[in-house]
């Protein structure tokens, strides 16, 4: 793999750079919330900045290995979501069952 040069070069760079704004932005919600599902959506997007981050490096600089990092990184921010979705649900499944009826 060969590194880029010219004007593909700047364009990744560019790319770089928008994915770092981007993520400075998903890092705020993160932190600002203000429920639950919005945090996980916020972290899970954080976890594909990250992938999409080390697949342009990896382009922009010819190391093949960050393309095995990314790949692993997408599976485990996968793996998480499911698992907090199936968290969140059971939450709600528990409040659900906790609140009296009211008839």
Known sequence: MA?????PAWFASA??????????????????????PDRVV????V???AVA???VYAVLTGQ?????VSLVLALVAFLGTVAFARYI??????EE????MSD
């Open 89 to 94: 649900e059971h939450l709600s499944v528990a």
């Open 64 to 68: 093949p290995a960050f393309l095995d």
């Open 42 to 45: 916020s972290l899970d997007l």
């Open 15 to 36: 790319c770089l750079i928008a994915i770092v704004l981007s993520l400075v932005m998903t890092v705020i919600r993160l932190l600002r919330g203000p429920t639950l």
């Open 47 to 49: 976890a594909y900045q």
């Open 97 to 100: 069952e906790a609140a009296p």
């Open 53 to 55: 981050f080390m697949l």
């Open 3 to 7: 590194e880029l040069s010219g004007a």
